[in-house]
T-cell receptor, first 112, second 113 residues
């Protein structure tokens, strides 16, 4: 039962432009959402998170938007840089004890 | 402050064997979770430990077991290995507080032949 879905397996974007990654979820009990970035041969690295009581959280070049009614969140990266090329995972959690439920990931390639 | 470290980084085992993977939590973290990541998929939750007690488990059979030690380090044990157990095994640690992120180790790549 895939409760977190990332429907775009890959995304190619030009350096300097905006990257938009999308994530949908089905469980309305999720109350905390996170984005992780993963390079090959490394573990996932935490990027940014958002609580369900907010609809936007910003940290430098990264902004996460949450639309609870649509059960949808997105990650915006602007401007995109070559070092942003990685796999991005969306994850959701019910509470501080809860397991992280991950999407399948989106491979981002930033081209010069 | 050291991060989450896992050992070994790579491992090859034969079907039917047993394996133990190890994880050292980030300093100050009292909760550790284990995840299995198959190729092309997102990490799947195996189980979580808090203060040496298992307090959550995913859809994995009992041959997947774990331990957390007083220093919050952890082990993942898998018995009777199957070919489908070939995956990247990730350990994550966090503080048991609301809305805190988990920090991951680099993973152990297990290949079962």
């Amino acid at each position: 039962d895939q409760q977190v879905k990332q429907n775009s397996p890959s995304l190619s974007v030009q350096e300097g432009r905006i990257s938009i990654l999308n994530c949908d979820y089905t469980n309305s009990m999720f109350d905390y959402f996170l984005w992780y970035k993963k390079y090959p041969a490394e573990g996932p690295t935490f990027l940014i998170s958002i609580s369900s009581i907010k609809d936007k959280n910003e940290d430098g070049r990264f902004t996460v938007f949450l639309n609870k009614s649509a059960k949808h969140l997105s990650l915006h990266i602007v401007p995109s840089q070559p070092g942003d090329s990685a796999v991005y995972f969306c994850a959701a959690q019910r509470d501080s004890w809860g397991k992280l439920q991950f999407g399948a990931g989106t491979q981002v390639v930033v081209t010069p | 402050e050291t991060g989450v470290t896992q050992s070994p980084t790579h491992l090859i085992k034969t079907r039917g064997q047993q394996v133990t993977l190890r994880c050292s939590s980030q300093s100050g973290h009292n909760t550790v979770s284990w995840y299995q990541q198959a190729l092309g998929q997102g990490p799947q939750f195996i189980f979580q430990y808090y203060r040496e007690e298992e307090n959550g488990r995913g859809n994995f059979p009992p041959r997947f077991s774990g331990l957390q030690f007083p220093n919050y380090s952890s082990e993942l044990n898998v018995n009777a290995l199957e070919l489908d157990d070939s995956a990247l095994y990730l350990c994550a640690s966090k503080q048991a507080a609301q809305n805190t992120e988990a920090f991951f180790g680099q993973g152990t790549r297990l290949t079962v032949v």
